[in-house]
């Protein structure tokens, strides 16, 4: 890994703890979110050429507190506040300086409420946040979104004017507003641990740094709203799936496949607390939401000693509930999966193909996927080799892509003679 390389990866790890410290100062998410990103340029002009600090967290958020004297000064309004910047600064020490970028939950979840402020459309409070929060690129986060990246662009641009303007206080929502703002919060939590579960850009296949972050904010969130099941079942199923980060890839990096995965070696740990996790949402005795429904399907998978031993069934019909309170193309595909198991490929096959002229899905990658793997199942090589290609050209990492061309690489070695 190269110097800048480096850069980044730093830039990832400690960019979210810096904005958060930066808007609790200063008051302004955007402003700090700008002053961040200039300490981050500044790195990318000196490390190169003095090497990367011992502390280079400390460096940024010393650096970006700079910035944000020199911008005070500069304005009239502002002068105080550099003179009570500067001082607190001055008092500082360099072991002072790190201890600020220390994991504080209430930073980073103070800033998550605020990025998911009620002024925002929820799309926005999601791409604001995954932004700030997760450190995701634009291209990242429009590939979670399924729409184009100069449109999520333009979302968060919009979204950090619109906290400008209506001047959003940095402070955590009362008590009694918690519940109200906490969907949109679980939203983000959940689609960064996407985003580490199952990257959509990069080398890198799985990111457990970010999967990590998003099941310590989940746990903090269940903390903070005892009474709340979702939040128990988001963190179920985030911790359910963590569960099976040993075994989905192999020693170089390439994704394994569910079915091909040693569950001996998955993590016993987080599959207790997991599955406890999943109790006490039901113990709360409230309708099922989509995170607790989720959270039940990967907990038969996590039940299950062996791939055959899944009971499909009830996949299934978890499926069919989480498609009725929550209808996505997305959903419905993976019912499709589950539909292979239970009623076989044809049944599946037609699942699959219903979901062919929904433009949300035009291009996922997984639907070709899947629908590679079922014609495989049903003998049709051509026409699964062919899906593969296609689905290789949308995948958004180069380690997919190559398992998907090597699959159909074998689907054209394996065909039947007279085909």
């Known amino acids: 890994m190269d110097?800048?390389?480096?850069?980044?990866?730093?830039?990832?790890?400690?960019?979210?703890?810096?904005?958060?410290?930066?808007?609790?100062?200063?008051?302004?998410?955007?402003?700090?979110?700008?002053?961040?990103?200039?300490?981050?340029?500044a790195a990318l002009e000196q490390w190169p050429r003095d090497g990367i600090p011992p502390r280079p967290g400390a460096w940024l958020m010393s650096t970006a507190r700079h910035k944000a004297i020199d911008r005070a000064r500069r304005e009239e309004a502002g002068r105080c506040k550099a003179a009570l910047l500067a001082a607190d600064l001055d008092d500082r020490t360099p072991d002072a300086a790190e201890q600020a970028l220390d994991p504080i939950p209430d930073d980073l979840l103070t800033l998550i409420f605020i990025a998911c402020h009620p002024v925002l459309s929820l799309e926005s409070r999601v791409a604001l946040t995954l932004r700030l929060v997760a450190g995701l690129t634009t291209e990242e986060i429009a590939h979670a979104f399924l729409v184009p990246?100069?449109?999520?662009?333009?979302?968060?641009?919009?979204?950090k004017r619109t906290l400008s303007e209506a001047r959003v206080p940095f402070e955590s929502p009362q008590p009694g507003e918690l519940p109200a703002r906490v969907s949109a919060v679980l939203e983000v939590v959940y689609l960064v641990f996407n985003e580490g579960y199952s990257a959509t850009s990069g080398e890198r296949w799985v990111r457990r740094d970010l999967a990590l972050e998003a099941t310590r904010l989940g746990r903090v969130l269940a903390g903070l709203l005892p009474r709340e099941p979702e939040?128990?079942?988001?963190?179920?199923?985030?911790?359910?799936?963590?569960?099976?980060?040993?075994?989905?890839?192999?020693?170089?990096?390439?994704?394994?496949?569910?079915?091909?995965?040693?569950?001996?070696?998955?993590?016993?740990?987080?599959?207790?607390?997991?599955?406890?996790?999943?109790?006490?949402?039901?113990?709360?005795?409230?309708?099922?939401?989509?995170?607790?429904?989720?959270?039940?399907?990967?907990?038969?998978?996590?039940?299950?000693?062996?791939?055959?031993?899944?009971?499909?069934?009830?996949?299934?019909?978890?499926?069919?509930?989480?498609?009725?309170?929550?209808?996505?193309?997305?959903?419905?595909l993976n019912?499709?999966?589950?539909?292979?198991?239970?009623?076989?490929?044809?049944?599946?096959?037609?699942?699959?193909?219903?979901?062919?002229?929904?433009?949300?899905?035009?291009?996922?990658?997984?639907?070709?996927?899947?629908?590679?793997?079922?014609?495989?199942?049903?003998?049709?090589?051509?026409?699964?080799?062919?899906?593969?290609?296609?689905?290789?050209?949308?995948?958004?990492?180069?380690?997919?892509?190559?398992?998907?061309?090597?699959?159909?690489?074998?689907?054209?070695?394996?065909?039947?003679?007279?085909?």
Do not use: C
Request: aromatic residues 6%; neutral net charge; proline residues 4%.
């Open 3 to 41: 110097v800048r390389q480096s850069i980044g990866a730093v830039w990832r790890i400690e960019s979210p703890q810096i904005i958060a410290t930066l808007a609790r100062q200063i008051g302004d998410v955007a402003i700090a979110e700008d002053l961040a990103s200039e300490a981050f340029v």
């Open 149 to 159: 990246s100069a449109t999520l662009g333009q979302r968060i641009s919009r979204a």
């Open 231 to 332: 939040v128990f079942g988001l963190v179920a199923l985030m911790e359910l799936q963590a569960s099976r980060f040993p075994t989905r890839t192999d020693a170089d990096g390439a994704p394994v496949l569910l079915e091909h995965q040693d569950r001996t070696r998955w993590d016993r740990t987080l599959i207790t607390h997991g599955l406890a996790m999943l109790d006490q949402a039901t113990g709360l005795r409230r309708l099922l939401g989509p995170y607790t429904l989720q959270a039940a399907i990967a907990a038969y998978h996590a039940r299950a000693a062996t791939f055959a031993d899944t009971d499909w069934a009830a996949i299934v019909a978890l499926y069919d509930a989480l498609a009725h309170l929550t209808p996505s193309p997305v959903i419905e």
């Open 335 to 419: 019912r499709a999966v589950a539909l292979l198991y239970t009623d076989g490929p044809e049944a599946a096959l037609a699942a699959a193909d219903s979901l062919r002229e929904d433009r949300r899905l035009a291009r996922y990658h997984l639907l070709g996927a899947v629908r590679g793997d079922i014609l495989l199942r049903l003998g049709r090589n051509t026409e699964a080799a062919e899906e593969l290609e296609r689905a290789a050209q949308l995948a958004p990492t180069r380690r997919e892509r190559r398992l998907l061309l090597e699959r159909m690489a074998q689907a054209l070695a394996d065909r039947p003679a007279d085909r």
